[in-house]
């Protein structure tokens, strides 16, 4: 793989330290200013790499490699390193809880805009509108966290250090708290009738062009493990049960883009929840995806083998893992629903609302592969999805070029436009709000190189390796090359000559892009998938080994010589070793058992030489 996620991290934390100074004067800012997403981001591009490649590790001094301290030399030595960390941790804490009340904020701030067409600005009321993407990236951040502290507290003995600790990981622990009540808030269900616009979408998503009578009931039978779901959610039960007892309703779920109108008060044995909603009570794929990627962290392996979640974050991860489940169970099998072409296959993804998009397409994708994944399934299956994701980067212009006035383009910049409905409701006159989705490029590279992750068929695996490879050339052409940001994401006028050169860094692609180096870390620390042909050599190999040894044990070899019996203790020592691999590395098996063989059949060469004589 060209990718090498353990030079490309170091490569962004010195161009990190050199755009934002030495810790005692750290500059947040990017290009779009700094809000809790934003600078959630940065410290994540810092946080989550050591988790992913421990190798580059900072959180124990005596163990920094020299490389990881030249890397983040701004921050002092290895001692002073996670020092710095733990300091800015705890201004960004304490920047995003208000003053008064203590309470976290979640503000989308600079990351909201309006419309394309429309030149005035938001209000002041709307830049602090609580949005799910900083909810669920404070759940990482907040995971990430606990875990570096975790690992770095066994090492500090001033008191002074420790109590900053201290107080760091309880704020970070009330964050925690506050991002999970609201993720539980923004959950929503949308209820619609099967000849309602949004029925019609639907059903010509999953069946187009079929008028088949039973359609509706044929949807409704492949929900109904999600439809009986729902009932264990706590959302108004007039509105669940309408749909399980009328067989002409159709319906959605997922999260909206914030906390959704009329949503309960959450109560925890640290506060009350209970901040007005505006935002639809309707799933957008964008905030659902990012809110399923986000909740992921709090059941993975380590968060739970590191008992990282208190009593009141264990309550609400049960909420929480079911509205995942139902999330992620409902749009993977609406997108592989029927006998044969799969809705994902058909691009572009169009959504209830009659838009549609490439982006969409990928959004859906990224569900669907996490089902696949989830419960093992086939090969023939994740090499449908590779297929899509080969076709979405063709329709990306990032393995083709792109045309004049290409369209396709404007996925790169200045992105797809949606808007969050419900903003508006928050002051008079306010306008239409929305949200830019621009990170085609990284999300498709995190998405193959996932799928890459858990295909099992060599070739299949061959094939995502060199989809991600094209994706990556593109992706690093796109790096800003000047400046005190060069190295750091993003400048699509790099690749796309029509489009606008950028010359500040943003963490949003940044942070997106630092996230498929350490997925393919991930990757290359997982052994490769073993084809049949090779493990099927392996094995052969083994059987001719096996015989060829046991007949020179008959003939004696072994009481021979002492260098005879070397010999044959090593071929022994490499037959053990080749049957060790055989399930996991069968190519590194075979070439053991070939170096015994040509031993063997240097030791028969031998005596028939002496036969001969």
């Known amino acids: 793989m060209i990718l090498q996620p353990r030079q490309e991290l170091l490569s962004v934390w010195k161009a990190i330290s050199k755009w934002c100074g030495p810790a005692q004067s750290f500059m947040w800012e990017d290009r779009s200013g700094s809000n809790s997403i934003s600078d959630a981001e940065l410290l994540l591009c810092l946080l989550l790499p050591p988790q992913k490649l421990p190798a580059i590790r900072y959180d124990q001094p005596d163990q920094t490699r020299d490389d990881v301290v030249g890397a983040l030399a701004g921050f002092g030595g290895p001692v002073e390193i996670p020092q710095r960390i733990v300091g800015l941790v705890g201004t960004y804490l304490s920047r995003y809880t208000d003053a008064e009340t203590q309470v976290p904020t979640f503000a989308g701030g600079s990351y909201l805009t309006t419309a394309p067409e429309d030149k005035t600005e938001p209000t002041p009321e709307q830049l602090k509108l ?353 400046g005190r940001g060069a190295g750091l994401w993003d400048d699509p006028g790099n690749v796309f000559p029509s489009l606008v050169h950028r010359n500040e860094p943003s963490w949003y692609h940044t942070a997106r892009v630092v996230q498929c180096m350490g997925t393919a870390a991930e990757m290359i620390l997982k052994s490769p998938p073993s084809g049949a042909n090779v493990s099927a050599l392996a094995a052969e190999l083994l059987a001719e080994a096996d015989k060829q040894f046991d007949k020179e044990q008959l003939r004696g070899s072994g009481e021979a010589g002492p260098a005879l019996r070397e010999s044959l203790a090593r071929q022994s020592i490499n037959m053990r070793r080749a049957r060790q691999m055989m399930q996991t590395h069968p190519g590194t098996a075979a070439a053991h058992l070939l170096q015994v063989l040509r031993e063997l059949d240097k030791l028969s060469a031998a005596r028939e030489f002496q036969d001969g004589d």
Not at 235 to 243: A, G, T, W
Not at 360 to 377: E, F, I, P, Q
Not at 408 to 422: D, E, K, M, N, R
Not at 425 to 453: F, K, M, N, T, Y
């Open 130 to 482: 609580e949005v799910v993407d900083s909810y669920a990236a404070s759940v990482v951040l907040c995971i990430a966290v606990l875990r570096f502290l975790r690992g770095y507290r066994p090492q500090v003995q001033r008191k002074l250090y420790l109590d900053e600790i201290a107080k760091v990981e309880a704020d970070t622990q009330k964050r925690l708290t506050a991002a999970m009540a609201g993720l539980k808030r923004s959950f929503t269900i949308s209820v619609f009738k099967a000849d309602s616009p949004e029925g019609r979408s639907l059903r010509e998503v999953v069946y187009p062009g079929s008028n088949h009578p039973d359609m509706v009931d044929r949807i409704r039978r492949d929900l109904r493990e999600v439809m009986a779901g729902l009932r264990g959610l706590g959302i108004s039960s007039d509105e669940v049960d309408d749909l399980l007892q009328n067989r002409e309703k159709l319906f959605e779920c997922g999260w909206s883009w914030g906390v959704v109108q009329g949503a309960e008060e959450v109560k925890t044995a640290s506060g009350v929840y209970s901040q007005p909603g505006y935002a639809e009570p309707f799933p957008y794929l964008y905030f659902t995806v990012v809110a399923v990627d986000g909740i992921r962290d709090l059941f993975s392996s380590e968060s739970r083998l590191a008992g990282l979640l208190n009593d009141e974050q264990q309550a609400l991860a049960q909420v929480l893992n079911l509205q995942w489940d139902l999330a992620q169970r409902y749009w993977s099998t609406v997108a592989t629903m029927g006998d044969q072409r799969w809705p994902i296959e058909e691009l572009p993804w169009r959504a209830t609302d009659e838009s549609e998009s490439d982006y969409y397409s990928l959004l859906v994708v990224s569900l669907v592969r996490h089902t696949l994944g989830d419960r093992n399934a086939p090969d023939a299956d994740l090499s449908r999805v590779g297929r899509v994701l080969e076709e979405l980067a063709d329709r990306g212009r990032i393995r083709r070029r792109p045309l004049a006035e290409d369209p396709a383009l404007g996925l790169h910049q200045p992105g797809w436009w949606i808007t969050l409905v419900g903003a508006e409701q928050i002051a008079p006159d306010a306008p239409r709000l929305g949200w830019r989705l621009g990170e085609l490029s990284s999300l498709l590279l995190h998405r193959v190189l996932a799928l890459a992750e858990t295909v099992n068929d060599s070739e299949e695996y061959a094939r995502l390796v060199a989809l991600a490879d094209t994706v990556w050339r593109h992706l690093e052409r796109r790096r800003l090359r000047d």
